[in-house]
C-alpha cells in the first residue's frame, strides 16, 4: 500500500443525501474508499464530452425538446450529461453511465439526467418522451453494481433519476410490520428510520451492501439473507406510471380507501405485478414491503468444508434441511478465494504470475485465514430463542459433520472485525458495506456476475460450477462463486473482478460472460438477472416454442408503450421500432452497443 496517504474526501451521510451512508457506518466507507483509491491508477477525462444524443432525433431538436422539459420540471431538474464521466465508487456512484463498464464507458450512457419529484412529474416526463420519441430510463438509486449500474440499454437514453426527489418512506405499520417506499429509499434509509423510530420489534432484509434501492432491487428480483430474502416475495402493491401516463395501483391499490394495500398482494383478478419486475412496461412508484417480526434471538453459524469435490455431497445434504426450514435463511455457500479477497488486498499481493490464480496458490494463503484452509464456507444464521435455536443447529449439525473434514468454527474464536460477523449483521437485517472489499483484487476493480439458477441438487450445482471454473481458466480470470440459497433453488453467484481500465481484461470478461451463459443454456441453466450488456443473449436463451415468451412480451411491449420510449431493450424486450435493426447485442467483439436507427414513429400512435 501506499505510504504516502492523502486525505480522502468525505463520503456524504444519510442526513445529507438520499443516498448517503449512515453516520455509523462513516468509518468504514472512509476506509473502504482509501483502499479504492490507493491503488487506483485509471485517470479521469476532464475535457467536456460531447453528448451522446439517442438515434431517431436530431441534435437541435433534442436540445429544444429538453428546454421544453425544463420548462415543465424546473431548470435545475434537468442536466444534460456533458461533463467529464466520473466513475466514482459505490458510495458516489454516478447517474450518467456504467461505472463497471465491461464495454467502453461510453456505450452504456446517459444524454441528460432529469429528477421528477412525485409521480405526477413522473407522468409529465413519460407524456414528454411521447411528444419527442426519446427513449428514457428510470433509476431508482442507480447501484445495481455487477449489473449495469444506472445505465440505460440505449445509448444517449434520458435517465429519469427517480431516487433523488422521491425518496420518501410513505409508511412503516408497526402493527401489521410492513412499509411503503418511494424509489429513493435505501436499505440504510429504512434500517436507521426505523431504529430512530424505536420500533425495536422490526426487522428488514438487506442485501449485502445496504446502499441499493429497496424498490429497484425488488423489482430486479434482487435477495437478502434473512428469511425475507427473496424480496419479490415479500412486496406488497406497487404504484406504476404507465408508458402512456396513466397511473394504476395494483393488488389492494385499485380499492379506494383500502386499508389492505400492503398485507394482501393480489386484490382481485388479473396479477399484473409480474409484468413490471425485470420490465419496461412501467416505472414504479410506489412499493410496499413486508417487515420480519424480531424473532427473538439469532445466532450465526460457518461450516467448512474442505474439498472441491464436497460441493456434491454438501448440497445433497443442504436440500432437504432448507425446504423443511431447518436451514432457516438465505444463506451463502462460499468459496474460499473470495474470503480472502474480503480481505481487500489487491491479488498481486498473493500472485503476481498470468492467469487465474492457480488452486495451490489459494490453498497456501487461505492457512492464514481466520478460520483456517478450505474450500467451501457455509454462513448460516438461527432464529428464535435459545431453545429453539439448539434444536434446529443440533440437526444441522449432525447433517454438515457427516462430510469428511467439516468443521464448525466457534465464533468466539474469530477478532470483533472478522467478515463472519458481517454476515451476522446481514442476516440479522443490519445493512453493511464489508462486501465491497473484493473489488480491489485489481486496480479500477470493477465487477459484473454470471447467475445462473441452479437446482439445490449436488450434481447440478457441480455442473455450473466446473461450466464458471473451466470458462474462467480459459480465459485467464479468477472467479468468486458463491450460492445464494434460496427454498428450492440456488443462485450461483460468479462475480469476476476486472480492471476496467484495461480493454484485453474488459474483452476477456466478455468472452468469458458470453461463453459462460451458452454453456449453461446447453445444459438447460438460465440466468436469474445479468447485465445490459447480456440481455438479449440471456433472453434469446428463454426460448421455448419458437420464442413463445418473447413473442408475448413484445406483444405486451407493443401494446403498452406504442412508441417505444420506455426502457428499450431492457431485459432484450425491444420495441417494435427497434425490431429488426441488429440492437441485440449476442455476440462477442461487437464494437458498438447500437443498431441501425429506429424506424419513424407510426402516425397511429399519437398519445
Ligand atoms: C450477490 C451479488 C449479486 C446478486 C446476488 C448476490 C452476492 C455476492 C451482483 O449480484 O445478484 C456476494
Given at each position: 500500500m501506499s505510504s504516502q496517504k492523502q486525505a480522502v474526501p468525505p463520503t456524504p451521510l444519510l442526513e445529507e443525501k438520499h443516498n448517503g451512508i449512515p453516520a455509523r457506518l462513516f468509518d468504514k466507507a472512509q476506509k473502504t474508499k482509501a483502499r479504492i483509491l490507493d491503488i487506483a491508477t485509471k485517470t479521469q477525462v476532464t475535457r467536456r464530452r460531447e453528448p451522446a444524443i439517442p438515434q431517431g432525433i436530431e441534435k437541435g431538436k433534442f436540445l429544444e425538446a429538453l428546454e421544453d422539459l425544463s420548462r415543465q420540471l424546473r431548470k435545475e431538474n434537468v442536466e444534460i450529461v456533458d461533463k467529464p464521466l466520473k466513475d466514482g465508487w459505490y458510495m458516489e456512484n454516478p447517474n450518467t453511465h456504467d461505472s463497471m463498464h465491461v464495454l467502453d464507458d461510453e456505450e452504456f450512457i446517459a444524454s441528460a439526467i432529469v429528477y421528477p419529484g412525485d409521480t405526477a412529474e413522473v407522468q409529465k416526463i413519460v407524456l414528454w418522451a411521447n411528444k419527442h420519441h426519446i427513449p428514457i430510463f428510470p433509476i431508482s438509486i442507480g447501484r445495481n453494481f455487477g449489473y449495469g449500474g444506472a445505465a440505460p440499454r440505449v445509448r444517449g437514453s434520458v435517465v429519469v433519476d427517480l431516487g433523488r426527489r422521491m425518496n420518501k418512506i410513505l409508511d412503516i405499520n408497526p402493527d401489521d410490520c410492513t412499509c411503503l417506499v418511494e424509489p429513493g429509499v435505501t436499505f440504510y434509509a429504512l434500517y436507521e428510520e426505523i431504529q430512530a423510530r424505536g420500533y425495536k420489534h422490526l426487522w428488514i432484509d438487506v442485501p449485502d451492501l445496504g446502499g441499493g434501492s429497496i424498490l429497484g432491487n425488488t423489482l430486479d428480483r434482487g435477495v437478502g439473507y434473512t428469511p425475507y430474502g427473496d424480496h419479490w416475495t415479500f412486496h406488497s402493491g406497487l404504484e406504476v406510471v404507465l408508458p402512456t401516463g396513466e397511473v394504476i395501483r395494483t393488488g389492494m391499490g385499485a380499492l379506494p380507501n383500502n386499508n389492505s394495500w400492503?398485507?394482501?398482494?393480489?386484490?382481485?383478478?388479473?396479477?399484473?405485478?409480474?409484468?413490471?419486475?425485470?420490465?419496461?412496461?412501467?416505472?414504479?412508484?410506489?412499493?410496499?414491503?413486508?417487515?420480519?417480526?424480531?424473532?427473538?434471538?439469532?445466532?450465526?453459524?460457518?461450516?467448512?468444508?474442505?474439498?472441491?469435490?464436497?460441493?456434491?455431497?454438501?448440497?445433497?445434504?443442504?436440500?432437504?434441511?432448507?425446504?423443511?426450514?431447518?436451514?432457516?435463511?438465505?444463506?451463502q455457500l462460499r468459496h474460499v478465494v473470495e474470503q480472502i479477497a474480503c480481505l481487500g488486498k489487491p491479488r498481486s499481493t498473493y500472485w503476481q504470475g498470468e492467469g487465474s490464480m492457480p488452486d495451490d496458490v489459494i490453498h497456501e494463503v487461505a492457512k492464514s485465514l481466520s478460520h483456517g484452509d478450505c474450500t467451501w464456507l457455509y454462513y448460516g444464521m438461527a432464529y428464535g430463542p435459545k431453545e429453539i435455536r439448539q434444536y434446529k443447529l443440533d440437526i444441522i449439525h449432525k447433517e454438515f459433520m457427516k462430510i469428511p473434514g467439516a468443521r464448525r468454527i466457534d465464533p468466539s474464536t474469530l477478532p470483533k472485525d472478522d467478515y463472519f460477523w458481517s454476515r451476522d449483521r446481514i442476516a440479522s437485517g443490519v445493512p453493511d458495506l464489508e462486501e465491497l472489499a473484493w473489488v480491489n483484487w485489481h486496480p479500477n476493480g470493477a465487477h459484473i456476475a454470471f447467475s445462473p439458477v441452479s437446482p439445490v441438487r449436488g450434481v447440478d450445482a457441480t455442473k455450473l460450477w466446473k461450466i464458471a471454473k473451466t470458462r474462467c481458466n480459459e480465459n485467464g480470470l479468477d472467479l468468486f462463486p458463491t450460492y445464494v440459497v434460496g427454498l428450492r433453488e440456488m443462485h450461483l453467484i460468479v462475480e469476476i473482478v476486472f480492471n476496467r481500465d484495461d480493454p484485453k481484461m474488459r474483452k476477456a470478461i466478455h468472452d468469458c460472460m458470453r461463453a459462460m451463459i451458452d454453456d449453461a443454456a446447453k445444459e438447460g441453466y438460465g440466468e436469474y438477472r445479468t447485465h445490459l450488456a447480456f440481455m438479449d443473449q440471456i433472453a434469446g436463451t428463454y426460448n421455448w416454442n419458437d420464442n413463445a415468451l418473447m413473442k408475448f412480451n413484445q406483444r405486451l411491449k407493443d401494446c403498452l408503450d406504442p412508441n417505444g420510449i420506455l426502457a428499450p431493450g431492457k431485459s432484450g424486450v425491444w420495441p417494435a421500432r427497434y425490431r429488426g435493426r441488429g440492437w441485440e447485442l449476442t455476440k462477442e467483439g461487437r464494437e458498438t452497443s447500437e443498431g441501425n436507427g429506429v424506424a419513424p414513429p407510426s402516425a397511429s400512435t399519437k398519445l
Open positions: 400492503q398485507i394482501f398482494p393480489y386484490g382481485f383478478g388479473p396479477y399484473a405485478d409480474g409484468i413490471f419486475s425485470q420490465s419496461n412496461f412501467g416505472i414504479v412508484t410506489k412499493l410496499g414491503m413486508a417487515l420480519m417480526p424480531d424473532p427473538g434471538g439469532y445466532e450465526s453459524y460457518l461450516y467448512t468444508f474442505q474439498k472441491e469435490e464436497d460441493l456434491t455431497q454438501l448440497v445433497e445434504i443442504i436440500r432437504p434441511l432448507r425446504i423443511a426450514n431447518i436451514l432457516e435463511n438465505v444463506a
